[in-house]
């Protein structure tokens, strides 16, 4: 009789474990974890970008055919949809992310801009597909399809950075988050899709960019002697030096070939 | 009249016990087929995409619309419902052995099973919220194994053979260096599990091709271990030597001196038979740069040569020892 009771109690578990998996659908949504120990109470502003630094991101050698993706496990995934590994464009590499890497600027504690960054679900692929955010700076994350997607983030153990994975079923959700350190190339993915990916570059200050179409870049700085980092999530990083004063123009070209490789870096 | 009823009573026990056999039986096939289904979802990397638990991206996972299992969510919501479905069937099963048994261990062996199917969606939950942590992992698929084995004991020890009595075999000690049946085959059932940890480690730590090449490793017969993944991946192929090793032994021990009884015969030539298959399976894994049906059917062949060897193991038990063969 005993051991009745206890199947019958497990039983109830379960049957409760099939009423916890009612619950309405809002509820079951794991929220976000967010930036708690972020310490942008009384960070000073980031000092105005006075100077800008522009040029290509050069691409050399063999560019790989853009591959089609199959997306025929989600036939609202219905636009072709090609690998964003290599964009190149008349020469130029897209998706490289151009930061300052050394100069008075880094390891300073600057207040997060107030607007967030947007990365967006939209036809089965993130737009953008590189992006650059600061540290406690709101990353906005959206769902545009008419699918379910999840958004799971893979920082480096190292980083600080928690890792998460948030599900987004219904078109226009919007969910938020912050990362509390710094990370360069922190990579995102849906588990749903697997072709889905982007890269984000996490710092601590606002001078960051991403190569566009053509492999062009325009980053605004104050003036002052800095180490620029160009780093691609395939062909790994190129670096080199500027030095701008106010109100100058300067340029400045990366140049990235097609053997180099993330790990020879 | 009295007499009558007594012989009523006793059919009566017995079609409800043969039917608690085949039940278990059919749970043990469900269980199989589960394992196989967990198994895709880690071959096809689809654990975290639905991230939530135990509903399925906020709806109950009873009536999660057909039409939204796509891509990596079919792999993981068809997980969950056929866990739910082999966990139901295990409350009915522990229900009806704690109604209809009589022998209390038993009963017991139900129950505990019933035990391990919550603790295994327990730990399935906390893997997908906890985003696949290695150990939560590893002792996920570990337990799966475990409560295999426990259905396929309880679908033994509920047969008719085994409750009217094994056929006793008569030890003969053919060779003074040779271990009793029983023995070897616990020790190569111990053998497949460790294994099977092995296995699972190799999975959850993404060491499947830490080793591209088969049969030599890296061209060589001991690799350099420049990582912790290629120490883990050699551990499995220096483990499938030993488990296959012990099954070689076994098979020819049982095709040698117990020739004649069919009960211990055929589980040791389907276990010898399963040998092959499952190495077979585990070069193409390798060969085949992890196809996901491969890799698949390398883990639910592993589970079928488990419990194989537990059925081999309890009936060896069961016709040679003394102590087990009263357990009736």
Not at chain 1, 25 to 53: E, F, H, M, R, Y
Not at chain 2, 282 to 303: D, E, M, R
Request: one cysteine or more; a positive charge.
């Amino acid at each position: 009789m005993r051991r009745l009771s206890l199947v019958a109690g497990s039983a109830l578990l379960l049957v409760f474990a099939f009423f916890a998996a009612c619950s309405s659908k809002d509820d079951g949504i794991p929220p976000l974890p967010t930036g708690t120990n972020a310490n942008s109470d009384g960070a000073a502003p980031p000092p105005a970008a006075t100077a800008t630094v522009s040029g290509k991101i050069a691409f050399e050698g063999e560019v790989p055919k853009p591959e089609q993706i199959k997306t025929s496990q989600d036939p609202m995934c219905k636009n072709p949809i090609f690998s964003e590994e290599t964009v190149v464009k008349d020469g130029g590499l897209a998706n490289v992310i151009i930061y300052v890497s050394k100069g008075d600027v880094v390891g300073k504690n600057y207040a997060p801009p107030s607007t967030p960054v947007l990365i967006d679900q939209h036809d089965c692929h993130y737009l953008p597909h590189a992006l650059v955010v600061q540290v406690n700076q709101e990353l906005q994350i959206k769902n545009s399809d008419d699918t379910l997607h999840n958004i799971h983030a893979f920082p480096d153990p190292s980083s600080g950075n928690a890792p998460f994975n948030q599900g987004q079923p219904v078109k226009d959700m919007v969910a938020n988050h912050k990362f509390d350190h710094e990370e360069i190339l922190l990579p995102v993915k849906c588990d749903v899709h697997k072709w889905m990916g982007a890269f984000i570059a996490v710092l601590t200050h606002p001078f960051g960019t991403v190569s566009g179409d053509g492999g062009k870049y325009e980053l605004k700085l104050p003036a002052g002697k800095y180490e620029l980092t160009a780093i691609h999530e395939k062909y790994g990083k190129q670096t080199a030096m500027v030095e701008v004063k106010d109100g100058d123009k300067a340029m400045l070209d990366f140049k990235f070939k097609s053997t180099d490789t993330k790990s020879g870096n | 009249m009295s007499g009558n009823v007594r012989v009523a009573e006793s059919l009566h026990e017995e079609g409800e016990n043969i039917g608690l056999h085949r039940f278990a039986l059919f749970t043990a096939c469900c269980t199989a087929f589960l394992i196989f289904v967990g198994g895709l979802v880690t071959s096809t990397q689809s654990g975290l995409s639905v991230p939530d638990w135990p509903t399925t991206y906020g709806w109950n996972m009873y009536t999660f619309p057909f039409s939204k299992w796509v891509g990596g969510i079919f792999y993981e919501h068809s997980h969950r419902l056929v866990a739910s479905f082999v966990g139901f069937l295990t409350v009915i099963l522990a229900a009806w052995a704690c109604l209809t048994e009589r022998r209390r261990w038993v009963r017991n062996l139900a129950v505990a099973a019933l035990g391990t199917v919550i603790a295994q969606g327990v730990l399935g939950g906390l893997t997908v919220l906890f985003l696949l942590p290695t150990a939560i992992s590893m002792a996920h698929a570990c337990l799966a194994q475990t409560f295999f084995c426990l259905i396929i004991s309880i679908a033994l020890f509920t047969s008719p053979q085994w409750k009217q009595g094994l056929p006793r075999v008569s030890y003969t000690d053919h060779s003074l260096t040779s271990i009793r049946l029983p023995i070897l085959c616990a020790m190569t059932t111990g053998a497949i599990y460790i294994q099977l940890l092995l296995g699972a480690l190799m999975r959850h730590t993404d060491s499947g091709l830490a080793i591209k090449d088969f049969p030599l490793s890296f061209g060589r017969i001991i690799p350099h271990f420049t990582s912790s993944h290629v120490a883990i991946h050699f551990s499995h192929r220096v483990g499938a030597l030993m488990v296959a090793s012990m099954i070689v032994w076994t098979f020819y021990r049982v095709r040698n001196e117990y020739r004649d009884y069919s009960l211990l015969r055929r589980p040791a030539t389907l276990l010898f038979s399963l040998l092959w298959v499952q190495l077979l399976l585990g070069a193409s894994t390798v060969w085949s740069q992890k196809s996901v049906l491969i890799t698949t059917a390398h883990v639910a062949t592993g589970a079928l040569v488990l419990g194989t060897s537990v059925l081999l193991t309890l009936r060896a038990y069961g016709m040679i020892s003394k102590r087990v063969a009263a357990w009736r």
